[in-house]
């Protein structure tokens, strides 16, 4: 054998066996082909007598196919060789075998057989360490990329959030630019009603044009209701898309259900695999238990064989010249003992490396436990990042639809801005070329006047047709007709009209004789603006140049309190806006209190004239127009 170690087992007839003390016998291995001896053992004598052979049924011979009917087996007193006599038949010949066994030849096999089998056991716990070491690298494998693609879809979901932050500033600042422009818009609308005011004081004297009023009215009307329609088919609108927005929202919790479902299912599976881990520890240790339950049974055998060979070694004191064969066997299986206890310390050892790499592993375990936490809470910020990236999203879509919806609006405000703005130029170039004209041609009429005192009647008739002729055309220019309809329903809902347009081919002659009657009564006196006001020129500009610094004051006032405005939220400014947008159908409130200065004459109101007093000296000019 390969450990140096000799066993044998020999069957042959008793005649062949030496009978005198001087005959020795020995073991030869000789080759059936070549009738070659290979080996041989030492030489050893067998000392047996025949009161102490005994009886045995033995099994062994079964194996080399002899029939065995009677077995003795003769044992010397130290216990060191078996004698099996055996009486059988082999090929119908009666012969007797003898089978020779060494104890400790016997005792080899058995330490030899638990040998292999702790062997055979250390292989299977090394195999089934390997494989739980394989299955520890694959779940820190599977572990660290989870871990990477986590760090990534965290670092990706970062940048995203830092992208929608910047496009939040941006949307922040185009808010801010859409409320300036909101701020100039009502600015614009107020400088609008102001000027409507004006209008208002001026068109208070237009009675015949109610029924065109009326069936405006009527038609502004109809399209105030179409609006209203259209508003309704708006709310209609906003609610089906509410409507959706539940149904969205349905979906997304079912969703979120289908995660929650995902996850316990995968904390079930990292359960089944603690419960697995915890089978395998424990199957460890009962392995390890049996383990040490062999090597005490091997360590009680090497005591007994220590016990054996000092017996062994005091009857080899007393036969030296008997057993000298057998101290060197007996020295020989002392360092094999030597060994074995030598390869037994190692195992010991072994067995302590294998202890501490159990506990690695369940270090291991145990952090691979943590590690798994640590997902769970990473997977817990996930959810929260992506629920707050959904809302995000959600604003940034409702923000693009208000600024859509804004610059539509806006782009309507402006445009009817523009053309409000457009009219209110064309009217005010009017209204000045009328009021330029109409003071010229007075300040002509009177110079005519001063002059021709002496003239005939005839002449006068003339040169107050020839007025006439001019003042009519002027007064068409501003006619009341070309201004928007909102302006004139409102004047006709708080202002009395009064009858201005004259038939020429109806009143020609009613006319003629008032101007004449007027141009003998002015004959006798002379006025001026002066006169007509009660306030001298001079006085005149000191109050103009006031009422300009308190309208640049005025106008100082209204910015800063458009300043404090532009707090409101987005909402309120969209529906202002939309309120805003459809200013025609908005109906005007009576001004009339806000008028300070003449419209013809641009003569500054005092503070304490009432609106009769305002509406008198304005209906003055009118009378002398018609006188």
């Known amino acids: 054998e390969s450990n140096g170690g000799i066993s044998g087992q020999a069957i042959f007839p008793n005649d062949s066996l030496p009978k005198s003390d001087e005959e020795f016998y020995q073991f030869c291995y000789i080759l059936s082909s070549t009738n070659r001896s290979i080996g041989s053992s030492i030489p050893f004598q067998l000392n047996c007598l025949d009161d102490d052979i005994c009886d045995f049924s033995g099994d062994d011979e079964h194996n080399q196919g002899h029939d065995s009917t009677h077995a003795v087996n003769k044992r010397s007193g130290n216990d060191l060789v078996t004698i099996d006599l055996i009486n059988g038949e082999t090929n119908g010949d009666d012969s007797d075998f003898i089978v020779i066994q060494t104890k400790h030849i016997l005792k080899e096999k058995k330490l030899k057989n638990d040998y292999k089998q702790v062997l055979s056991i250390n292989r299977k716990l090394e195999k089934e360490n390997d494989q739980l070491k394989m299955q520890i690298d694959q779940i820190e494998m599977k572990s660290n990329e989870i871990i990477n693609k986590m760090n990534q879809d965290i ?24 409320k300036s422009d909101y701020l100039k818009c009502r600015e614009l609308c107020q400088i ?16 015949d044009i109610k029924q065109e009023l009326e069936t405006k009215a009527q038609k502004d009307q109809l399209v105030y209701d179409d609006t209203i329609e ?59 238990i049996e383990l040490n339950e062999k090597y ?20 080899l004191k007393e036969k030296q010249r008997d057993n000298q064969q057998l101290e060197c066997l007996c020295l020989e299986k002392d360092e094999k003992l030597i060994e074995l206890e030598g390869r037994y310390h190692s195992k010991q050892c072994e067995k302590e490396i294998f202890q501490q790499q159990m506990e690695q592993a369940k270090s291991d375990l145990e952090s691979i436990r943590t590690e798994l936490e640590e997902l769970k809470s990473n997977q817990q910020s996930h959810n929260t990042l992506k629920m707050s990236y959904s ?6 879509l409702k923000h693009q639809k208000q600024e859509k919806q804004y610059k539509k609006q806006v782009d309507v405000l402006k445009s009817h801005i523009r053309e409000q703005q457009n009219e209110i130029n064309e009217l005010r170039d009017r209204l000045h070329e009328a009021s330029c004209e109409y003071k010229n041609i007075y300040r002509e009429f009177l110079q005519v006047q001063r002059h021709s005192g002496s003239l005939l009647i005839n002449d006068k008739e003339l040169i107050s047709s020839a007025v006439m002729s001019d003042l009519l055309p002027k007064m068409k220019m501003a006619d009341p007709i070309q201004i928007p309809s909102t302006q004139v329903s409102d004047l006709s809902t708080t202002c009395p009209v009064k009858d201005l347009v004259w038939d020429a081919e109806k009143k020609f002659v009613e006319q003629n004789d008032e101007q004449q009657s007027y141009i003998l009564a002015q004959s006798q006196k002379t006025t001026t603006m002066s006169d007509e006001t009660g306030i001298n020129e001079e006085m005149l500009m000191n109050l103009l140049r006031e009422r300009y610094s308190q309208d640049q004051i005025n106008d100082d006032d209204q910015a800063q309190s458009s300043m404090y ?6 909402d309120d400014v969209g529906s202002a806006l939309l309120l805003e947008s459809d200013i025609d159908s908005v109906p005007a409130t009576d001004f009339s209190d806000e008028i300070k200065e003449c419209p013809m004459c641009n003569m500054k109101f005092l503070p304490n004239l009432t609106l009769n007093n305002k509406q008198e000296h304005i209906e003055g000019h009118f009378d002398n127009i018609e006188g």
Do not use: F, P, W
């Open 155 to 178: 670092i990706a979901m970062e940048k995203q959030c830092a992208s929608l932050i910047g496009e939040l500033k941006s949307y922040s600042q185009h808010e801010i630019s859409l």
């Open 192 to 207: 609008q009603i102001e000027t409507n005011q004006l209008y208002a004081s001026k068109l208070s004297k237009l009675e």
């Open 230 to 288: 259209k508003l309704q088919q708006q709310t209609q609108m906003c609610i089906a898309q509410k409507t959706q927005i539940g149904d969205m929202k349905m979906t997304y919790e079912k969703r979120m259900i289908s995660m929650q479902k995902q996850i316990d299912i995968e904390r079930e599976k990292c359960t089944q695999l603690s419960l697995d881990n915890y089978g395998l520890v424990s199957t460890y240790e009962q392995k390890l």
């Open 296 to 315: 005490l049974q091997v360590e009680n055998q090497i005591k007994t064989l220590t016990v054996a060979n000092e017996m062994l070694k005091n009857e």
């Open 391 to 396: 809302v995000v999203e959600k604003r940034c």
């Open 565 to 570: 405005e532009s707090d409101l939220d987005l």
